[in-house]
């Protein structure tokens, strides 16, 4: 699921729902309040008897708000949950039409979305019915109180406790009383919505963060890791068992293995996303649990496949890595990393727009911008996790060069198949089982190892 697009829609949705609710509500509820004591002593003022009789019928009336209110809150909860869902489906479906063309699955993606807009559809309706439910008992209320008041005001007219006239002003009065009660059921309904999109945005809004306190750390000398194990879920296979290993600063390191085997987990664990289940995870003299996350966060940089640029110009992009960078500085990263050897060909230059998801940049261009941007945060901890896939070996052998550069000043650390990007580290830990199967340079993997020389027959 994409739970940007998810939660993106939940908070617009629900901040619009209780805007409407503050705006268009709350203004009648007060008019309702006002007409309803006014309109109380008047009637008083006509006929006690009367009064105390169509007062008498007001109790059906709260019974009517508060009879559905449990079951329409769930209702609406259901229904915009849907609703939700829908939104992160169809944006889904329209950011994957070229993988859905290519697979040739327009067919079925088109009965999912109807299935999914059908089933809101139904869910809207189930709530529609409900919610019509305080109206027609509130209606029903209506009717049999005029027929006994109507009764009543004709049995004082004719024992002379009541005139005409004053029986019309009552009548017209208690018209004015009930509208103020139809009034308070159709704001009940709005409430019911209101209330379970304020509970909805205030399950947003708590979603646990990560913990700001701990340990600041500003450079990291080594990492140790000992006797790590995790799994996705208690009682379920690990993916990792017992990994043992230490980096030190100014090494690069390559994780490698098969596809599944826990390559991408065990950089997660070591970018403090995931938690081990057991064993320590150590840099320098911290285990990583007490270590502050955002002061980590600083000093780590994480470059992947599909690298994310903002739509915004390639300057600035780059410059988010260290908004404080001066120009000098700036000028050098952009040579360094050969970002200029391709901007000075693009209309602005270094001042060209990047559209949306960087579509219009080369996959090698997206890759020298966000290196340029680590690069200027300076980081301490650099992971590429497949940072090179999908690059001609002109371009994989150029960005080597830019890392091994300024290694001695970092830890790196590289996922990767490729045999361009395994000759780059200095040792490489090769995964098979969830284990560490062997540790060494390419070459002697490639020698002393027969699963790890398996994993390149056909390259």
């Known amino acids: 699921m994409c739970l940007s697009r998810y939660f993106f829609h939940n908070i617009i949705e629900r901040t619009n729902i209780l805007n409407n609710f503050l705006v268009d509500n709350v203004l009648d509820f007060f008019k309702n309040i006002l007409t309803f004591l006014f ?26 708000l508060t009879l559905f209110n449990k079951t329409l809150q769930s209702k609406t909860e259901i229904m915009q949950e849907k609703s939700s869902t829908n939104a992160e489906l169809l944006n889904e479906t329209i950011l994957g039409r070229l993988e859905i063309k290519f697979l040739g699955i327009e067919n079925e993606m088109l009965q999912r979305v109807e299935k999914n807009l059908y089933d809101f559809y139904k869910k809207a309706i189930s709530r529609f019915w409900y919610s019509s439910k ?44 009930l509208g103020s009660v139809g009034g308070f059921v159709n704001l009940n309904i709005a409430y019911q919505t209101g209330i379970t999109s304020l ?22 000398e080594k990492i140790s890791v000992k006797d790590l194990s995790f799994s996705y879920n208690k009682g379920q296979e690990n993916i990792l068992n017992n990994i043992n290993f230490s980096i030190s600063k100014g090494e690069i390191v390559a994780i490698a293995g098969e596809s599944g085997v826990g390559k991408s987990t065990l950089i997660k664990l070591l970018q403090l996303i995931y938690t081990p289940d057991s064993g320590k995870i150590i840099f320098d003299k911290y285990i990583s649990t007490d270590i502050n996350k955002k002061s980590f966060r600083q000093i780590c940089s994480n470059v992947e ?11 600035e992009n780059i410059m988010l890595g260290n908004l404080d960078a001066k120009e000098d500085l700036f000028n050098k990263i952009v040579d360094d990393v050969r970002v200029s050897r391709f901007t000075s060909k693009l209309e602005n230059g270094i001042e060209y727009k990047v559209e949306e998801q960087g579509k219009n940049l080369s996959g090698g261009q997206k890759q020298r911008v966000v290196l340029a941007r680590e690069f200027l945060k300076n980081p301490k901890l650099l992971f590429l996790d497949e940072a090179t896939k999908g690059l001609d070996n ?16 970092r830890i790196t650390i590289i996922i990767s198949h490729s045999i361009d990007s395994l000759n780059l580290a200095d040792r490489i830990f090769f995964l098979k089982d969830g284990k560490i199967a062997a540790i060494g340079n390419h070459k002697d993997l490639l020698e002393m190892n027969d699963n790890y020389r398996n994993m390149f027959k056909e390259k």
């Open 39 to 64: 309109s109380f002593l008047v009637l008083l003022s006509f006929s006690s008897k009367l009064s105390f009789l169509f007062f008498a019928i007001l109790p059906f009336y709260i019974l009517s």
């Open 199 to 220: 509970k909805r945005t205030n399950e947003l809004i708590d979603i646990e963060q990560e913990n700001s306190d701990g340990e600041i750390i500003k450079d990291i």
């Open 305 to 315: 496949q599909n690298p994310f640029l903002f739509s915004t110009t390639i300057k």
């Open 134 to 177: 305080p109206s027609i008992m509130a209606q029903f209320c209506s009717t049999m109180g005029k027929i006994a008041l109507y009764g009543y005001g004709g049995y004082l007219i004719l024992n002379n406790e009541m005139s005409i006239g004053s029986f019309v002003a009552f009548s017209a009065l208690m018209i004015n009383v």
């Open 394 to 409: 002109q371009n994989i052998r150029e960005l080597f060069n830019i890392i091994r550069k300024d290694a001695k000043d």
